[in-house]
């Protein structure tokens, strides 16, 4: 959970936390949604210096004694399909195939990138780009 705040997978991923909480129980996935936000904001308000690790490492406690908590209130039968629910959601890549760094593009599905009538196309560009019109051929080429 603490890796996922702050991330383009977040909103995907809370909302997965909270149904897992919600077990069918819309008010409570509700609950779970107000508390999921409240962490990503205290993450996020943090910063990465000392205070922040602080908070990841509070965030990180609470969350595995909310999840263990959760799974030891449920009987057998329940746990089990519960614990495998949750292997599966933890385990579950944000996004497959997909990343992207600080000035990339990030896709996850099909990207078709044409370039029509002179001009450029590009997924990223770095730097500037010009178009000019071509040189006149060299007299040998004419």
Known sequence: MVQAAG????DSFRAQVAGWFGRGDTDR????????????????????????????????????????GLLES?????????????????????????????????VGGDLHVRADHGSIAAAVIHGGAHLSPPPPPAPSQG
């Open 7 to 10: 991330t383009d997978a977040w």
């Open 29 to 68: 996935a509700s609950g779970e949604l107000v508390r999921l936000d409240r962490s990503a904001s205290e993450l996020a308000t943090a910063g990465a210096d000392t205070g922040g690790e602080r908070a990841r490492i509070r965030q990180e406690a609470m969350w595995q004694a909310r999840f263990e």
């Open 74 to 106: 449920l009987p057998d039968d329940q746990r089990d399909r519960a614990a495998e629910e949750l292997r599966a959601l933890l385990d579950a890549p944000a996004a497959p195939g997909v990343s992207a760094g600080d000035a990339g593009l990030a």
